[in-house]
C-alpha cells in the first residue's frame, strides 16, 4: 500500500507551474492531497473520489487515475506563499478508513 | 473549538518515562485518528476511534502505546518506558463527511 511521490524536491522560480506525482500499486476509494508548513499539520486542499475525476481549487488541480492508483497535483502560476511539504494522501480499498501518505514533496518558489 | 487542538505543542521525555498528549477534535465530529510523523517522513496511522469504540489499532508500534476517547471527544495518546525511537511529531485528526481535519501535532523528542 506503499504511495511513491515524485519529485522528493522541486525548487521553482515565482510564476512557473509544478506538478506531483503519486502512484502505487495499490487501489484507492479515495486520495487527497494535502499541504504542510512547518510546525503544522496537513491543511486538505483536494480530494478525489472517483476514478477519473478532475478537480480544482483556484489555482491548484489535481485528477485521480483511471485505475485509482495513481494521482497528479498541479500547480499554476506559483506564489512564494506556497511553499511547503505536499502530500498524497490515499484511502486504501481495503484498510478501511485509514489514510497512507506518500513521502512527501517540499517546494521551494523563488521570488 | 474553530480547529482540532493538541497539547502540549512540545514534550521532552528521558528514556523510561510515560507521557500523555491530548487532542482536543473539533465539536461533533465522529471520528478521530492519530498519525505519527517521523522527521522528513509522511505520517503514518496509528489508530482510529469512532465516538469512544477504538476500531482500528493496527499501526500501534508496540504495546507501549495506548489510547483512549472515553467520552467520545477528547482522546489521549499514552506511550509507556519511552524509547528514543518514539521521538516524532503525533498528529491528532478529526473527520467528518470523509475530510480530515488535523491538528498542529505534539513533537516529543525523548533524550
Known amino acids: 500500500q506503499l504511495l511513491e511521490q515524485s519529485p522528493q524536491f522541486l525548487s521553482i522560480q515565482e510564476g512557473e507551474n509544478l506538478t506531483v506525482y503519486c502512484n502505487s500499486s495499490?487501489?484507492?476509494?479515495?486520495l487527497q492531497w494535502y499541504r504542510q508548513e512547518p510546525g503544522e499539520g496537513p491543511v486538505l486542499l483536494i480530494a478525489?473520489?472517483?476514478?477519473?475525476e478532475l478537480t480544482s481549487n483556484g489555482r491548484l488541480t489535481a485528477q485521480f487515475g483511471i485505475t485509482r492508483k495513481d494521482s497528479f497535483l498541479n500547480i499554476s502560476a506559483s506564489i512564494p506563499s506556497d511553499v511547503g511539504i505536499y502530500f498524497c494522501a490515499g484511502r486504501p480499498e481495503t484498510s478501511g478508513s485509514r489514510l497512507t501518505f506518500g513521502e512527501g514533496t517540499q517546494l521551494t518558489v523563488n521570488p | 473549538g474553530a480547529g482540532v487542538s493538541q497539547s502540549p505543542r512540545y514534550k521532552v521525555a528521558k528514556r523510561g518515562q510515560d507521557v500523555a498528549l491530548r487532542c482536543d477534535p473539533i465539536s461533533g465530529h465522529v471520528s478521530l485518528f492519530w498519525y505519527q510523523q517521523a522527521l522528513g517522513q509522511g505520517p503514518e496511522f496509528l489508530t482510529y476511534?469512532?465516538?469512544?469504540?477504538?476500531?482500528?489499532k493496527s499501526g500501534l508500534p508496540s504495546d507501549r502505546f495506548f489510547a483512549e476517547r472515553p467520552e467520545g471527544s477528547v482522546s489521549t495518546l499514552k506511550i509507556q518506558r519511552t524509547q528514543k525511537e518514539d521521538s516524532a511529531v503525533y498528529l491528532c485528526?478529526?473527520?467528518?463527511?470523509?475530510?480530515?481535519?488535523f491538528g498542529p501535532g505534539t513533537r516529543l523528542t525523548v533524550l
Open positions: 495499490s487501489v484507492f476509494s479515495s
Open positions: 476511534f469512532q465516538n469512544e469504540a477504538q476500531l482500528d
Open positions: 485528526a478529526s473527520r467528518t463527511q470523509g475530510i480530515g481535519f
Open positions: 478525489l473520489y472517483k476514478a477519473g
